[in-house]
C-alpha cells in the first residue's frame, strides 16, 4: 500500500537578521532622547522588571558597582533616566509606531566618562524584542549600539563607546578604525 502525501510548497524564510518584509500594517522604530511621563511603568519595567535581566545580571551588577544605582525621575515634564553617583547619564529610548500607537521597546543609558569615552551603562529592550524574541529579527541591541557610535561621532573627541555588560569591551567610534 503506498501513501501520497501532498503538502504546499514551503514558504522561503528571510536571512537571520533581515527586518520583517513590510505588511498592509507598517511598524517603525524610531530613537528618542526624550520620553513623556505617561511611559513611566512601561519604563520601569524595562529597566527593573525585565525577564531578560538575569541573562546579564553579573553586567549589571558591575555597572552599578562601578557607577550607580539608576532610578526613573521626572524632569520637566519629561522622564529621565538618573545614575546616583553622576550628574550627567543620559538615556536613548526605542518607540515602535504602528497604527497611531506609539511603544517603548528599549532604552539604554549611557555617559561620557571622560573626553575620549561614552560609557554605555545599562541596556534593556523588551522581550519580544530580545535575539530571542517574536522581533528579534529587528536587532534592538544591536540598532541602539549602533544609535550611540552615532552619537559618538558627532561628539568632538569622542573615539571609544565603552560596553559595561561585556567586560568593558571598547567599540571604535570611527568605523575605519
Do not use: W
Given at each position: 500500500?503506498?501513501i501520497?502525501?501532498?503538502?504546499?510548497?514551503a514558504?522561503?524564510?528571510k536571512?537571520?537578521?533581515?527586518?520583517?518584509?513590510?505588511?498592509?500594517?507598517?511598524?517603525?522604530?524610531r530613537?528618542?532622547?526624550?520620553?513623556?511621563?505617561?511611559?513611566?511603568?512601561?519604563?520601569e519595567?524595562?529597566?527593573?522588571?525585565?525577564?531578560?535581566?538575569?541573562?546579564t545580571l553579573?553586567?549589571?551588577?558591575?555597572?552599578?558597582?562601578?557607577?550607580?544605582v539608576?532610578?526613573?525621575?521626572?524632569?520637566?515634564?519629561?522622564?529621565?533616566i538618573?545614575?546616583?553617583?553622576?550628574?550627567?547619564?543620559?538615556?536613548?529610548?526605542?518607540?515602535?509606531?504602528?497604527?497611531?500607537?506609539?511603544?517603548?521597546?528599549?532604552?539604554?543609558?549611557?555617559?561620557?566618562?571622560?573626553?575620549?569615552n561614552?560609557?554605555?551603562?545599562?541596556?534593556?529592550?523588551?522581550?519580544?524584542?530580545?535575539?530571542?524574541?517574536?522581533h528579534?529579527?529587528?536587532m534592538?541591541?544591536?540598532?541602539?549600539?549602533g544609535?550611540?557610535r552615532?552619537?559618538?561621532?558627532?561628539?568632538?573627541?569622542?573615539?571609544?563607546?565603552?560596553?559595561?555588560?561585556?567586560?568593558?569591551?571598547?567599540?571604535?567610534?570611527?568605523p575605519?578604525?
Open positions: 500500500m503506498t501520497k502525501i501532498s503538502l504546499p510548497p514558504e522561503p524564510r536571512p537571520f537578521g533581515q527586518p520583517s518584509p513590510p505588511t498592509a500594517v507598517q511598524e517603525t522604530i530613537f528618542t532622547s526624550v520620553l513623556e511621563t505617561h511611559y513611566r511603568d512601561d519604563l519595567g524595562l529597566m527593573f522588571f525585565n525577564p531578560q535581566q538575569k541573562k553579573a553586567g549589571i551588577n558591575r555597572s552599578i558597582k562601578d557607577f550607580g539608576p532610578s526613573v525621575t521626572v524632569d520637566a515634564e519629561r522622564l529621565r538618573t545614575v546616583e553617583g553622576l550628574s550627567d547619564a543620559q538615556a536613548l529610548y526605542a518607540l515602535k509606531e504602528k497604527d497611531g500607537s506609539v511603544e517603548l521597546i528599549g532604552v539604554i543609558v549611557f555617559v561620557r566618562l571622560d573626553p575620549e561614552l560609557v554605555l551603562l545599562h541596556i534593556a529592550v523588551r522581550e519580544d524584542y530580545s535575539r530571542g524574541g517574536e528579534g529579527e529587528e534592538l541591541v544591536g540598532r541602539l549600539v544609535e550611540l552615532a552619537i559618538a561621532r558627532r561628539i568632538r573627541g569622542v573615539r571609544h563607546v565603552i560596553l559595561k555588560y561585556s567586560g568593558g569591551l571598547m567599540i571604535p567610534v570611527d575605519a578604525v
